[in-house]
């Protein structure tokens, strides 16, 4: 009898610590209330809405018929993503992972892109607008850099291929290579993408308001920029991001606003190689044009006249015939 007493109080001392043990941390597993979307083609745009995603994405996800999603923009309420190209015709789930931990699902129909009459595709940029044209690769792919500062690299048939963020908006027009190299231009940095979306090198000019002609690739491979005021004006950057020259102008090269600005190219004689760059601004009541050769000394300058509104920032891009004329 004295035994089973003294082995009862025993098993009661090890069990009380362990009843009195709390849980202060556990991570709950995220929840989709919705999709932007019922049918979207491959490579479309959806919007997720729901709880617990993270306030950044981290090691996070999100599969769409088993297949990984680019993702734009992660919040702890709303996710954006792109229908891959590899999920599923038909109606596949959505769902969302977090750090080992799988959401519920929800259906999304998915579709091949239609063409639309004259229009073979489209596709929706992640932000409110896309302000400068597109650029064109070697092999085809097409470089968009929208207001939100996603640079995008779409297959000819409209294909979504890689998504790259920048800190701002475009402040001017997507370029490439030779190589397939992209150059694109944000704040007062110029960024160098490989042809599958990864950083190569950045250079920043640090007291600029950021570029208002270019990037531009040359006829030599190298890649030229005007930057605005209290920087290094136009400037030229070797294929390894090496800073070549500078000048800034004469008269000092600036414009109100990164409107992207075209750099073109001609040859300085009829015949002759393209050996110069011509670049225009309209600020206010001093509209000039400006020609320089690729080595960055400047061979003139001109007046363009005055606009009729000195804030209506329109500007009207340069052309170079092959005689050397420069139109405007």
């Not at 596709?123 to 640079?151: C, E, K, M, N």
């Not at 000819?156 to 800190?167: I, N, Q, R, S, Y």
């Not at 190589?179 to 944000?186: E, Q, T």
């Not at 760059?277 to 000039?288: C, T």
Request: aromatic content about 10%.
């Amino acid at each position: 009898m004295k035994r089973s007493i003294i082995l009862a109080a025993c098993l009661l001392s090890l069990t009380v610590p362990a009843a009195q043990e709390d849980i202060v941390w556990a991570q709950t597993a995220p929840v989709m209330t919705s999709l932007s979307a019922t049918t979207l083609p491959r490579s479309g745009r959806l919007i997720i809405q729901g709880s617990g995603f993270g306030a950044a994405q981290g090691s996070g996800s999100v599969e769409i018929g088993g297949a990984p999603a680019i993702v734009t923009r992660w919040a702890g309420t709303s996710i954006t993503a792109y229908v891959p190209e590899a999920a599923p015709l038909g109606t596949v789930a959505v769902q969302v992972l977090t750090g080992g931990n799988a959401s519920n699902t929800l259906p999304l129909s998915v579709a091949v892109r239609q063409q639309n009459g004259v229009v073979k595709w489209q596709f929706q940029a992640d932000s409110d607008y896309i302000l400068q044209r597109p650029a064109l690769s070697p092999d085809g792919t097409i470089v968009v850099h929208d207001s939100g500062g996603f640079v995008y690299s779409l297959q000819p048939d409209g294909a979504l291929k890689w998504v790259f963020k920048t800190p701002a908006f475009a402040y001017g027009p997507p370029t490439v290579g030779a190589d397939g190299s992209i150059y694109v231009a944000s704040l007062d940095t110029i960024y160098a993408l490989d042809s599958a979306g990864n950083l190569k090198w950045q250079f920043s000019d640090p007291g600029s308001q950021g570029a208002i002609a270019g990037p531009t690739v040359g006829p030599d491979g190298n890649i030229y920029v005007v930057n605005d005021l209290n920087g290094l004006g136009g400037f030229a950057l070797s294929p390894n991001g090496q800073l070549l020259w500078s000048n800034v102008g004469n008269p000092v090269m600036y414009e109100y606003g990164q409107i992207g600005a075209e750099i073109v190219f001609g040859p300085s004689v009829p015949g002759g190689p393209v050996n110069r760059f011509y670049v225009a601004f309209d600020p206010r009541l001093d509209p000039h044009r400006w020609a320089f050769d690729q080595n960055g000394l400047q061979k003139w300058s001109t007046t363009t006249g005055v606009q009729a509104y000195p804030l209506a920032l329109v500007h009207a891009p340069l052309a170079v015939g092959p005689n050397g004329t420069v139109y405007h």
